[in-house]
């Protein structure tokens, strides 16, 4: 069987299915010639945070040539927007080596602290940004909120969920779970086969000059660097990165005959990444980390690409050899929920781990049947990218949950550019008997394509279906909505957690409003979900 990609599960999932049945106080100035890709912060700890910008310093600098001096580029963190009391500065040099861009790890800060940062070169400065710094790992913290959102296509549509994160003053930060850029060329990947706006350079991105040119594209849109400004960022990669359904020896859209070895194209596109984005890599280049917020939560983010076999379909799915973390990140991962005394244990997860069958007896209750049958142990999987596409790890990891009474865990995933509200079972078919060990809520795409645009179909028509589908053969998954595009608000308190979805009227708008559509909690200790 052919390996789908995730625009054709979309598309098969719902033909299938029917078948089958701006922040008060923050300067908002345009961006002046030399900073004309915006500034942005990420990362926080309690001392420190990742500030980040790109200068333009001449006319020949453009992302990607390779041209342009070396220039020195002084940074600031005030304790005030006029930056009477600058706490902490610098100057560091860039040039053409890493494209111009800027990323300073400031230290020396307070802990649970909101500063004002900027950059000058030549005397002027960059527009001004606020960030703050983690809470102490010791704080007694009451409440946190953060913006939650995935899968940003920029021949798709306005980024005008950014607009409306970057307009809220009520959030510590925004985490993003993946597919901050698109890799594919003009009118590959657009809006229901529509260009909102072209892609830069118009050709699929290939090369390190490519991967920062589509990066700087990016870092042009308004809402974007407001909500830059506006927040510091939590961020984790995907495969739009480098290319879809990537793993970490190849990916679905490449092709070594016609566009170069894979290993030449990956270290592009994580050197610009590197370059582009304000995250702080660990050692050897590791993405994977936690950030830690007071007493509080814990968020490890998750790097589900990099160390992964490749997809496969039917029983290949279970074999233990395979794996969606690499025996590292794995390692770590138990090791990091098991040690932290967190009351919630938050994982910016890039792909859904809960698991999704359609109209399939899960194989457990086969027995060696389904074998014969080419069943999986998770049942007939909608997406071998996801989760169901590992059992093995996913089965090692929920049951460590479950042996060590891990409680309070909460999966926050992108990726499939729809939404979802999901209790995460140990056993899928013995749920609601054997109860959830977790629970997960997915985000949809910031503008990317979903069921009703990629059939072409008017939304609340086919998806009803599809839902209605899902529901039935996924007794776990609590809630889904397969057509709106916008973003998540994500609030943590020490009783609970609770996620809104909010969905925009219309992605191709730059204006358009954004509405709370729904909201779902988990109590503390539950493990369930309880509709608001």
């Known amino acids: 069987m052919t390996q789908l990609n995730r625009r054709d599960v979309l598309k098969a999932g719902g033909a299938g299915i029917v078948a089958a049945t701006v922040v008060p106080g923050l300067a908002q ?3 002046t010639p030399y900073f004309r890709h915006g500034i942005a912060s990420g990362d926080p700890l309690p001392d420190a945070v990742v500030l980040w910008t790109r200068v333009t310093p001449t006319a020949e600098s453009l992302p990607g040539s390779g041209q342009g001096p070396v220039v ?8 005030d927007a006029g930056f009477q009391r600058i706490v902490r500065s610098g100057t560091v040099e860039t040039g053409p080596e890493r494209d111009h861009t800027v990323k300073v790890d400031a230290r020396g800060l307070a802990a649970g602290t909101a500063y004002h940062y900027r950059f000058l070169l030549d005397g002027v400065a960059s527009p001004t940004g606020r960030t703050r710094t983690a809470p102490a790992y010791d704080a007694d913290v009451a409440a946190l909120r953060f913006g939650v959102a995935s899968c940003s296509n920029w021949e798709a549509g306005h980024f005008a969920a950014y607009r409306h994160l970057a307009a809220r003053a009520d959030l510590f930060g925004v985490l993003h779970l993946g597919d901050y850029i698109y890799e594919y060329g003009a ?13 830069v350079p118009a050709h699929e991105i290939l090369t390190l000059a490519d991967y920062r040119l589509r990066h700087a594209t990016y870092k042009t849109d308004p809402d974007l660097q407001a909500a830059h400004a506006a927040h510091p960022w939590m961020i984790i990669w995907d495969d739009h990165e480098l290319a879809n359904d990537l793993w970490s020896e190849g990916a679905q859209n490449h092709d070594p005959a016609t566009e170069g070895t894979f290993a030449a194209r990956k270290a592009a596109s994580r050197r610009a990444y590197a370059e582009w984005m304000p995250v702080r890599f660990g050692s050897g280049g590791r993405l994977y980390r936690r950030l830690r917020f007071g007493r509080l939560a814990d968020l490890t983010l998750l790097d589900l690409r990099s160390y992964r076999s490749k997809q496969v379909t039917g029983v290949a799915q279970d074999d233990p050899a395979r794996t969606i973390t690499g025996d590292a990140q794995m390692e770590w991962l138990k090791d990091e929920l098991t040690a932290s005394r967190a009351r919630w244990r938050l994982v910016g997860n890039s792909v859904m781990i809960s698991p999704v069958a359609l109209g399939a007896v899960a194989a457990d209750l ?5 074998k014969l049958l080419g069943i999986p142990s998770g049942g007939l999987a909608v997406n071998g990218d996801q989760w169901d596409g590992y059992t093995a790890d996913r089965k090692e990891l929920l049951t460590h949950l479950h042996d060590n009474k ?5 999966f926050l995933t992108g990726d499939i550019h729809t939404s979802w509200a999901s209790e995460v079972p140990l056993h899928a078919a013995r749920y609601p008997v054997v109860p959830p060990v ?5 985000v949809p795409s910031v503008t990317s394509d979903n069921i009703d645009d990629i059939v072409k179909v008017p939304p609340r028509t086919l998806s009803l279906l599809a ?17 709106s595009h916008g973003f998540g608000v994500l609030d ?12 925009l009227a219309d992605r191709t708008k730059p204006d358009t409003p954004a509405t709370r559509a729904a909201s779902f909690a988990t109590t503390s200790g539950s493990q369930r979900l309880t509709r608001l």
């Open 406 to 410: 891990i409680t309070n865990t909460v």
């Open 492 to 503: 943590v308190r020490r009783e609970r957690t609770q996620m809104d979805w909010y969905f």
């Open 187 to 199: 009118g590959d990947f657009a809006a229901g086969g529509k260009v909102v706006r072209p892609n």
């Open 72 to 79: 020195p580029v002084t940074w600031q963190v005030a304790a």
């Open 467 to 483: 839902e209605a589908a899902l529901a039935a053969t996924n007794r776990h998954i609590r809630w889904s909505e397969l057509d």
């Open 29 to 31: 100035a345009a961006p």
């Open 366 to 370: 086969l027995g060696p049947l389904a």
């Open 438 to 442: 977790a629970t997960e809520f997915v």
